[in-house]
């Protein structure tokens, strides 16, 4: 197993270090004893990862020369513009589109581009799966009692840790566990909104949103979004007077991927905070920086308990586990009555074990591992697409995450793509399920997180053929 | 394990043939030997019975004479009277008391007549422990994975197959699974209602359902209600213009454990789908009936599907569990909404490992031993509270459930017994938890799902002195 980490991470390393230009199209690579000694790994290892490059046709092979760069750093692909929603409140139902491509959740004959969860197999199966068993020992009533009404402790203490990282300092009284995100984001909708309030969003933004939005009788606001900055802060300002409350994901959200600079993110507090419009920040994916450094979250700019965080491990660890959280801030007491009326616990055992995998140390040795592969997937992904897809094709620059937002050319209907996808066993995510007015019809989101190999090469190369012979008719 | 059971299951046969006046005060009870043969035990087993019955003072063994009735049968306690709630819909938030006595969950130290939950001593921990463990290595990516959107198909065959014994005919297609009761109540309330809306319940009712009505908006109705018949129909006929839902729990629900003839549930349903009113119909405690003879639910008489029947193992086999469903009826695609929009997915590993709980017959087996178990604390309550209580105190008479409803002298209010009690670590409901009204305050709920023996007899008979020396202050 460790083994195995290894021979990826550095095969991942070298696949970013060539795709970030660092080396071009022909340099020499270390010699096999240089990456031994480079990456403290054994001989076998460094050959496997030369061999893994060679697979991948990042580099090949010259008998008594060396490895050499094969692939030229691809071309850049443009960045989508900043998006331009109209400024009306809607109160209009999520597409159909939606219920349509979610349906697919599970369907193991299926590609599933579409659906943002992270694949099984970049996932430690059997470590969780011992934890688990570890968990309903400890437990009293191995798992069958309720938790205390806030969730968890040791899995509130552990989050309370790690909330250095994005520079909070959260104490485990802080904070309240729910049963996955979703179930967070409907507490706090709850605690701060009430039917025929006004929600404003980013644009593009995830349509669970919009379907938690519409079932509690909210209406929604979507902004104006740049790909890598996120949410543009004047559009915000202008929009102040008309919104209730502000949902944002600051960090990778989905589909663009954009991260907040730290000081949008201190103005966007404090603008909030100054109207007294809550913030609801969703930070799922903060911990899949691509990156050394761990992005800060609004949460640690926020002076009055205004700002409402919530994250999960659905995204990094296991969606099925339905373990999710909330530092809900001066709205405490109120998410705290809204647990006890809708849900009174999560599931005991595996909040115990996920609590018990932060603890041991084994969730930020996993997360590791799983950004390099999102950051090697995400090169792939590019690379691929600059490869097969239509001319005037645009993707997100994403620096963490695991979705990559890609603009076809106008002609290109992605709603028309999905059907003639679908009918190849691929399922992608069309624009028009990020938003609620008429826009994004030539957009689609990818999700990254499926394992690299050359069937999901073909599979992606499979959708650019699609999109390419949707030009011409 | 199977030797307890069968220890156990006798024991409990006998205490209730005692209980139940087969055998008076005084009566030689069968030999040893005798017992042996009639039961299939074993000597040491049919021993150990006695013992234990001895232990309970129940019984007395003469030398070289046998075993003898030693405790008459308790003097029949009244009957609550019908509650009288006034007609007038209310939206008020549930009394503070509800929060408090709901802060108790978990707490050790206390001994917890409050919290209508089995106790971990009457539950299978180890070969639920088991089941989890095998759940995680049946599930694709160890439970990691989101369930379909409709929930764990083994599960939901289960309780189709089940269903055959409260007189349904459901399909696995019929059912959606949830986390927990509550989160099926929640997804039917916001299937049929909006805010403004009044919702008709029993009264006096479970204060879980007063919480989640107010944080719907809901404005609640409480309705006559009979201790062992349950909601008066002619009062149900009356209200039926200001009312636009009605939930009821018509088998054995909490506080007063009443379960509806067949005949009024068959009118119930027909009178509601004459009116166009949903029906949510909470099943939580169905199973656990003390007699034979498992009773219909109101979903067996829908003929519309306008009944929404939901039910959880939260009070049988595992709260921390987070394991419900819903058969919605005609709702179905709008709970599929409303689940995909709030949850996506339960628990995985949780819903598979009750599913084969279910599928191989260990929790018919659990049900039965649990069922004994309950019905001789009944017992053992009633005559404790008629030996120790105040003169003039009533209970209800449930023939099923975890519940036992006690009405003290009017002079005593049971908010302040309540404070009084928890000063000693003994935690009860007081009766105003269940109304949003001004009655109750003499009332309060025992919940009988804890292990009888010396220290809860003790536990108990401290109540009942609290609630003596209350009467002279």
Request: proline share 6%.
């Amino acid at each position: 197993m460790d083994q195995e980490f290894l021979y990826n991470r550095v095969a991942a390393i070298i696949s970013s270090q060539i795709n970030s230009g660092l080396f071009n199209e022909g340099d020499r690579l270390p010699s096999v004893r240089a990456l031994c000694l480079e990456h403290k790994i054994s001989m076998n290892t460094a050959k496997r990862v030369y061999l893994e490059l060679e697979s991948q046709s990042l580099i090949r092979s010259k008998p008594q020369s060396g490895y050499f760069v094969t692939t030229p750093f691809p071309r850049q692909l443009p960045l989508p513009g900043v998006s331009h929603p109209s400024l009306e409140v809607s109160n209009e139902k999520p597409n159909e589109l939606v219920t349509e491509v979610y349906s697919n959740i599970g369907n193991t004959s299926l590609t599933l581009f579409s659906i943002g969860i992270p694949s099984g197999n970049l996932l430690p199966l059997a470590k969780l799966r011992k934890e688990l068993a570890v968990a309903t020992r400890a437990l009293p009533g191995a798992g069958t009692e309720y938790e205390p009404l806030a969730g968890n402790r040791k899995l509130r203490k552990a989050i309370a840790i790690r909330s250095a990282a994005w520079g909070g300092s959260l104490k485990d009284t802080d904070l309240v566990t729910t049963s996955g995100a979703m179930n967070a984001l409907f507490f706090c909708l709850m605690a701060v909104g009430k039917a025929g309030d006004t929600l404003a969003v980013e644009s593009p933004c995830y349509p669970g949103i919009f379907q938690l939005a519409n079932s509690l009788g909210l209406k929604v606001l979507e902004l104006p979004t740049h790909p890598t900055t996120g949410i543009v802060l004047e559009a915000l300002e202008r929009a102040l007077p008309m919104i209730d409350i502000c949902l944002l994901v600051p960090n990778f959200n989905t589909p663009l991927g954009s991260c907040m600079p730290d000081e949008n993110k201190q103005l966007v507090v404090s603008m909030l905070a100054d109207h007294n419009i809550p913030l609801i920040e969703d930070d799922i994916y903060g911990d899949l920086h691509y990156s050394n450094q761990r992005p800060k979250c609004c949460k640690s700019f926020d002076l009055t308990g205004n700002v409402l965080w919530c994250s999960s491990v659905s995204k990094t660890l296991a969606p099925g586990y339905r373990v999710g959280w909330i530092a809900p801030g001066k709205y405490k007491e109120r998410v705290l009555e809204l647990k006890l009326a809708h849900s009174i616990s999560s599931a005991s055992s595996t909040h115990e074990a996920v609590g018990n995998f932060m603890k041991t140390g084994q969730y930020d040795r996993h997360l590791r591992q799983f950004r390099l592969t999102l950051q090697s997937n995400y090169h792939n992904y590019v690379r691929t697409i600059a490869n097969c897809f239509p001319k005037g094709t645009k993707t997100s620059r994403p620096q963490g995450g695991i979705a990559l937002w890609v603009e076809l050319p106008k002609e290109i209907d992605t709603a028309r793509l999905y059907n003639l996808a679908l009918k190849q066993g691929i399922s992608i995510a069309p624009g028009r399920m990020f938003t609620l007015q008429d826009q994004f019809q030539h957009c689609m989101r990818l999700c990254i997180s499926l394992p690299w190999d050359d069937s999901i090469r073909m599979k992606l190369q499979q959708v650019g053929a699609i999109a390419n012979a949707m030009m011409y008719k």
